[in-house]
């Protein structure tokens, strides 16, 4: 036997969260992700660019957007894969028809960069190949088209910096620490 408050109780449960402000983010970027070596116990010193999608997903919790974000190389995993933890910190310049703000942000967790060494083909000796826990920095400029229901949708330019202890698989070996210049740009939504 169902209680007769339930379904009451639910409509106006749904009711609160369909007009509240969205707590969600959800970022689906394309990034471009260089690698270049600071210092290393290896005999890799190999530099490279490679590509990157990427989906973050965030909830606000007070002045903080708090979440995940999971990367992966594209084509067929060649390129940079990661998965890490996410805390941003929004500030909103203009608001209207379009809303615009900065979000600056940081990323922790660990990371596998593929460089000439996709997994169908065999490796080069100049292929780049690592692992290792990193850090990213985030700056990223928020356009966004805020809808009737408060929900919105738009557009994500970023520009991020990245510390990897990399950890050099074959054909190198040894580890290392290097810089992770990175671009973005992508779709945003607030849900």
Do not use: C
């Not at 190949?129 to 928020?142: E, S």
């Not at 290392?176 to 939504?189: Q, S």
């Amino acid at each position: 036997m169902k209680p007769r408050w339930l379904a009451p109780a639910l409509v106006v449960w749904i009711g609160s969260i369909a007009h509240a402000d969205p707590r969600w983010r959800l970022d689906l970027s394309a990034r471009g992700v260089g690698s270049v070596e600071l210092d290393s116990t290896s005999t890799m010193s190999r530099d490279g660019l490679v590509p990157s999608v990427a989906v973050r997903a965030e909830r606000r919790v007070g002045e903080l957007s708090i979440g995940g974000t999971l990367g992966a190389g594209a084509p067929a995993w060649y390129g940079k894969t990661d998965a890490a933890l996410s805390i941003d910190h929004e500030h909103v310049l203009a608001t209207g028809d379009a809303r615009w703000s900065i979000d600056v942000g940081l990323d922790a967790g660990v990371g596998l960069l593929f460089f000439d060494a996709p997994p169908e083909t065999p490796s080069t000796g100049n292929a780049l190949i690592y692992w290792g826990p990193f850090a990213r920095t985030r700056v990223q400029l928020h356009v966004l088209d805020v809808l009737p229901n408060t929900r919105a949708v738009g557009l994500v330019i970023g520009a991020n910096a990245g510390i990897t202890s990399a950890r050099y698989m074959s054909p190198g070996s040894g580890a290392g620490l290097r810089l992770e210049p990175e671009l973005e740009v992508g779709l945003t939504m607030r849900l």
